[in-house]
């Protein structure tokens, strides 16, 4: 039987492309990067931002693995006297309360306040002694 016409696919052997310009656009959804949850909240079809994410977003990072229940610690964070102090000349109120902080000794306080937090260093205890105040632990 004669062969009237070859078949388009004659047409492109030994070629990268195929017809398909870029080799990119050859690839069904390759070209578009990753699209999963490092690029979330930044825009559908977008690629990964890893730097804008870490920088701006840290909170978008899956977390990997897992904590067993009993194991799970509440972290407490840290406050310095100096932060209480700028706090207090902005809010204008003596008694400061302070759940889940432990108070460090940075810094100085020149008024006379109530800090109520969780934990206090030695340091930061005597600080407020001295400048009049009080640390009551919760």
């Not at 310009?21 to 949850?37: H, S, T």
């Amino acid at each position: 039987m004669v062969v009237r016409h070859d078949k388009r696919k004659r047409k492109y052997f030994g070629t990268r492309r195929w017809g398909v310009g870029n080799i990119k656009n050859a690839r069904g959804k390759g070209g578009k990067g990753g699209k999963g949850n490092a690029g979330r909240g930044l825009g559908t079809g977008s690629k990964h931002k890893f730097t804008y994410i870490t920088a701006y977003a840290p909170e978008l990072i899956r977390k990997v693995g897992f904590v067993p229940w009993n194991m799970k610690v509440n972290k407490m964070r840290e406050i310095t006297l100096r932060e209480i102090e700028r706090r207090a000349v902005r809010s204008g109120n003596s008694e400061i309360t302070l759940e889940n902080f432990k108070v460090l000794g940075n810094g100085a306080i020149n008024r006379k306040l109530t800090i109520k937090a969780s934990k206090f260093s030695k340091s930061a205890q005597e600080k407020i002694k001295s400048a009049g105040g009080e640390a009551v632990k919760i």
